[in-house]
């Protein structure tokens, strides 16, 4: 998991409520991404960044958002309007857009 | 369109015996391929990965992979498997002109003692 830590590793939320999930990298790396995995599936990309103050939409943004202020931290925020949040999230970092990717632990979000 | 396809949903092996975990991609230019190694609750770990040069590629703890580029795979395989093996294991792969990675769908390795 090297420099990327991810808070809090559960999390339950109530229907209709936004949660916001943390992710910070100490790597020095540019881009940053949030990626989404259910069971059978892979993972997915919700959203990255390839530097600060700049995110692009991946394949499943709706119902989230993002911000990038700072090259450290790329916050996630699952909305109300995403309609089957729970499942597992996974940041990750590289130095480019190029290079592989360094994960975090992960955050287990459960809707209840 | 880039894809990629793990053929298999679990694979068991013995331990001490060889472990092959396939992949098969599909990308409109030059592939950048993946490995990476999931534990449980845990966050993917990168193994090895092939940009150019030569065909078998060797990373961490002991594995490798075979690029072929006629069969368009790209097989992660250890000689001799441990039970500590025993994870799930993503194939990735990225087109040379987009940074975005597509991953397959995983690959469950279940390794008896």
């Known amino acids: 998991d090297g420099g990327i830590t991810q808070s809090p590793k559960y999390l339950f939320r109530k229907e209709g409520q936004n949660v916001t999930l943390s992710c910070e990298q100490n790597?020095?790396?540019?881009?940053m991404y949030w990626y989404r995995q259910d069971p059978g599936q892979g993972l997915r990309l919700i959203y990255y960044?390839?530097?600060?103050?700049?995110?692009q939409k991946g394949d499943i943004a709706e119902g989230y958002s993002v911000s990038r202020e700072k090259k450290e931290s790329f916050p996630l925020t699952v909305t109300s309007a995403q309609k089957n949040p729970t499942a597992f999230y996974l940041c990750?970092?590289?130095?480019?857009?190029?290079?592989?990717?360094?994960f975090g632990p992960g955050t287990r979000l459960t809707v209840l | 369109a880039q894809s990629v396809a793990q053929p298999e949903d679990q694979v068991n092996v013995a331990e001490g015996n060889p472990l092959t975990v396939k992949c098969t991609y599909s990308?409109?230019?030059?592939?950048?391929l993946f490995w990476y190694v999931q534990y449980p609750n845990r966050g993917l770990q990168f193994l090895l990965k092939?940009?150019?040069?030569?065909?078998l590629v060797k990373g961490s703890y002991g594995f490798e992979a075979e690029f072929n580029k006629s069969q368009t795979s790209f097989h992660l395989k250890k000689p001799s498997a441990l039970v500590s093996d025993s994870a799930l294991y993503f194939c990735?792969?990225?087109?040379?002109?987009?940074?975005?990675?597509?991953f397959g769908a995983g690959t469950q390795v279940v390794v008896t003692p």
């Open positions: 092939y940009i150019t040069g030569d065909n």
């Open positions: 990750a970092s590289s130095p480019g857009i190029y290079n592989e990717q360094f």
């Open positions: 990308v409109s230019g030059n592939p950048y």
């Open positions: 960044s390839q530097i600060v103050n700049d995110f």
């Open positions: 790597l020095n790396h540019d881009a």
């Open positions: 990735a792969v990225r087109d040379y002109s987009w940074g975005k990675l597509q």
